[in-house]
């Protein structure tokens, strides 16, 4: 598992970063980590909490769906949200 926070989180995946985030808090909970490793993958998995959020914002952007007129036929789309 790397864990330096100097290495890009921007490169990885959501999947990625996902599951490394996962290793970080199974570490960290574990408590067998020293405290100084502790903190740096502290810092890397706030860096990936980021960067899952960032994603996840940017994929909820691109969802929409189609607006139908009153006779059932599509006339546009608008965000999913939308009400």
Same mark, same amino acid.
Request: contains cysteine.
């Given at each position: 598992?790397?864990?330096?926070?100097?290495?890009?989180?921007?490169?990885?995946?959501?999947?990625?970063?996902? !599951?490394?985030? &996962?290793?970080?808090?199974?570490?960290? %909970?574990?408590?067998?980590? @020293?405290?100084?490793?502790? +903190? $740096?993958?502290? !810092?890397?998995? &706030?860096?990936?909490?980021?960067?899952? %959020?960032?994603?996840?914002? @940017?994929?909820?952007?691109? +969802? $929409?769906?189609?607006?139908?007129?009153?006779?059932?036929?599509?006339?546009?789309?608008?965000?999913?949200? @939308?009400?």
């Amino acid at each position: 598992m790397t864990t330096t926070t100097q290495q890009d989180v921007s490169a990885l995946s959501f999947e990625q970063a996902v !599951e490394e985030l &996962e290793r970080i808090v199974s570490a960290l %909970e574990r408590g067998d980590v @020293a405290l100084d490793k502790s +903190i $740096e993958i502290y !810092e890397r998995g &706030e860096a990936l909490k980021k960067h899952c %959020e960032t994603l996840l914002k @940017a994929a909820e952007d691109r +969802i $929409e769906k189609i607006r139908l007129d009153r006779a059932g036929k599509p006339q546009g789309v608008e965000p999913l949200d @939308a009400e």
